[in-house]
């Protein structure tokens, strides 16, 4: 066994997921994805690690595990009932290599800057400056960025810093909640970045939109959920469900500005591509919608899975990215660009094959 194979052994999850006084927590990732990024991250022995996001408390656990005796964990989390939920089963497990507080991930968490690593358990809207600034020259960043100014079209992303500038070093795909600026209900479903319509009866509907700018009142996102809602065309594409992160990463990866996001009766996800007058997206199930069977938006998405097709379905981890410096209105830092494969393989299969 490997020394991160003993932590991860060592630290029971539902200790903290499940705990047996505090009840279950629904604030919580995959204990195999944590395991990943945790690995992605490189912990050392005395190392100083920052993590964004304290959810359970099991991650920093982990961490601290890993950082040992001479280093130390900093844990911040936007709600304060499950910071003071983590320390009180850090303490009851002897877990005493871990601070956590109330803070706004944001901007980091000065007072105990500088950091070796940063591991952030949700999604930015962009790789803030604060993180940057506030890790050591050749640490490390693992955090959930998007490569689309839409809801849960992200990659994990890992980042070392040298100079004072972030460089990417790997990408794979995955998916962890908007980070918020106050706690979230947690019976809440709708994400609360990006979303530019939402049709809450009789259970939420929302659409969100690459072209919002050019839709200040809304009125075009409300059309183009209302087609997907009740579509004039329905038929079936090929097998997607393992692929899915693959045709988003794709799609986001074009930079076309009618990408559109869709969530129908909070139970299925879509992705495709509407206008003012038009819509059609493909379903995590394989079904295809449009408002008809030659709409503009039907003949876009068809084109775009003819070329994700061709270019072989990429995994996330294939694709190139690079940030690029954002220093506008709101957050300061850095936004995530994926970018379309350049060299298309040759494949014989039958690109447009619906059933």
Not at 290 to 316: H, I, K, N, Y
Request: hydrophobic letters at 40%; proline letters at 8%.
């Amino acid at each position: 066994m490997t020394d991160l194979d003993d932590v991860f052994g060592a630290v029971p999850a539902a200790a903290y997921t499940h705990h047996e006084r505090y009840g279950e927590t629904v604030h919580r990732s995959v204990p195999e994805w944590i395991q990943r990024e945790v690995t992605s991250l490189q912990v050392q022995a005395g190392h100083c690690v920052l993590e964004i996001g304290t959810g359970s408390g099991y991650s920093g656990a982990l961490l601290t595990q890993l950082c040992g005796p001479s280093g130390r964990v900093t844990s911040i989390d936007i709600s304060d009932e499950l910071i003071d939920r983590a320390r009180a089963i850090h303490a009851e497990r002897g877990v005493t290599g871990v601070d956590c507080y109330v803070a706004d991930g944001h901007e980091g968490f000065p007072p105990a800057a500088p950091f070796d690593r940063v591991v952030v358990w949700c999604t930015p809207p962009r790789l803030p400056r604060a993180l940057v600034d506030q890790v050591v020259d050749g640490g490390r960043i693992v955090v959930c960025l998007p490569i689309a100014r839409l809801p849960s079209i992200t990659l994990i992303t890992t980042i070392t810093v040298a100079a004072g500038q972030p460089q990417v070093q790997a990408v794979t795909g995955g998916i962890y909640a908007q980070s918020t600026p106050t706690a979230v209900d947690d019976a809440v479903t709708v994400p609360g970045r990006w979303v530019d319509y939402c049709d809450p009866q009789p259970d939420p509907s929302w659409i969100a939109i690459g072209w919002r700018a050019d839709d200040p009142d809304g009125s075009g996102a409300r059309s183009g959920l209302n087609q997907l809602l009740h579509p004039g065309h329905t038929e079936t594409y090929r097998d997607l469900e393992a692929d899915w992160r693959s045709w988003s990463a794709f799609t986001a990866a074009l930079a076309d500005p009618s990408l559109s996001l869709v969530s129908l009766r909070n139970e299925i996800r879509g992705i495709g591509h509407t206008t003012a007058t038009s819509a059609a997206v493909i379903l995590t199930d394989a079904t295809v919608i449009a408002d008809s069977p030659g709409s503009v938006s039907m003949a876009v998405l068809r084109a775009w899975l003819t070329r994700w097709e061709q270019a072989g379905r990429p995994a996330p981890d294939g694709f190139s990215t690079r940030l690029v410096p954002y220093d506008g209105a709101g957050l300061p830092g850095w936004d995530l660009h994926a970018l379309p494969p350049t060299a298309p393989r040759h494949d014989t299969r039958k690109i447009s094959e619906w059933r």
